[in-house]
């Protein structure tokens, strides 16, 4: 007689028993993005209503000048004048959403794992990762202008002198590439006389590695960075962009340096996000979410400069 064992234990049944002895962690690895840095970067505003259709700011130039005149003179004192300019930019709304079912709601209670809040986390951050990238490029499709494309800034030239005549800081020596900041700073000073002075440089990624890591020469130990950091003493911010790697153009790299400050530049965000509450959808529930913004904002154009092919 053929024995045959009690039990029979197949391929499935066997890695159905070493499921039982897995362990889990309790710590979840999410995939990672690039940091906001637009957020972090860009002061905000949420002055406009978010009923508004447009936001408008106003903007005033006085004309005149007072001039000597000769004693008990009545016909000929000079006048001055205000001239006014209005500035709209169009108020657009962004949404985003989630669903959750019943089943969904009954394994978050078995497992632990709150599946329907992962799904709000994900639209807080799908939101914020659409408010980043407006803030920096904008979006042309709807009107709306981004930071680091605004029109009328100040464009500066790099000098092509590094080796085979290339613009290129890994063809530069330190001092000329000292000397292409200095150059883009000095645009918007000369430019508004004076009037504007940046506090904020913006680099490329790899361009800002590269002075950063960089000496200023075989005798120091001084980077680039550390250098301009000591002697470009207006500037209190220096800050790397992915993207300003392929902004210029035909996709060439782009740096750019300005004022950045509330009475020069902000991101206008009427309404940031809002959840509205779930919706029953058959065996499960929808909840959309939503909010309102404007775009950037730049006051003073020439309060900032850009410069390409780095």
């Known amino acids: 007689m053929t024995y045959k064992p009690f039990l029979q234990v197949d391929a499935d049944s066997t890695a159905y028993f070493a499921r039982q002895l897995e362990t889990i962690k309790k710590k979840t690895y999410d995939e990672k993005t690039r940091p906001l840095k637009g957020l972090s970067l860009l002061p905000r505003s949420n002055e406009a209503h978010p009923g508004a259709s447009t936001i408008t700011y106003r903007s ?84 709306l202008n981004g930071f680091l494309n605004f029109p009328g800034n100040t464009e500066y030239t790099v000098p092509a002198d590094g080796t085979g005549s290339s613009k290129l800081w890994s063809t530069k020596t330190p001092d000329q590439i000292v000397r292409d900041i200095r150059g883009m700073i000095n645009a918007v000073e000369v430019t508004t006389n004076g009037v504007e002075i940046p506090n904020t440089v913006l680099l490329p990624q790899a361009q800002y590695k590269y002075v ?66 779930p919706q029953a959808r058959g065996l499960g529930w929808e909840v959309p979410t939503h909010g309102r913004t404007a775009g950037v904002l730049e006051y003073y154009p020439l309060a900032f400069a850009i410069a390409e092919g780095i």
């Not at 500035?87 to 959403?97: E, K, N």
């Not at 960089?214 to 992915?242: A, C, V």
């Open 60 to 143: 005033y130039k006085d004309i005149g000048i007072a001039k000597f005149i000769a004693d008990y003179a009545t016909g000929n004192i000079p006048k001055v004048n205000v001239i006014g300019v209005e500035v709209s930019q169009p108020i657009r709304t962004f949404a985003v959403g989630f669903d959750y079912s019943i089943q969904e709601v009954d394994q978050s209670n078995m497992t632990g794992q709150n599946i329907p809040a992962r799904k709000a986390i994900a639209a807080r951050k799908a939101t914020e990762q659409l408010l980043n990238r407006t803030a920096l490029l904008g979006d042309a499709e709807f009107g």
């Open 212 to 277: 950063e890591t960089t000496r200023m020469g075989s005798n120091t130990d001084t980077t680039i960075l550390q250098f301009m950091k000591t002697n470009f003493s207006d500037i209190k911010t220096w800050m790397w962009l992915t993207e300003l790697a392929t902004l210029g153009t035909g996709s060439t790299t782009r740096m750019m340096c300005g004022m950045v400050d509330p009475d020069h530049v902000q991101f206008e965000v009427p309404r940031a996000f809002e959840m509205l509450a």
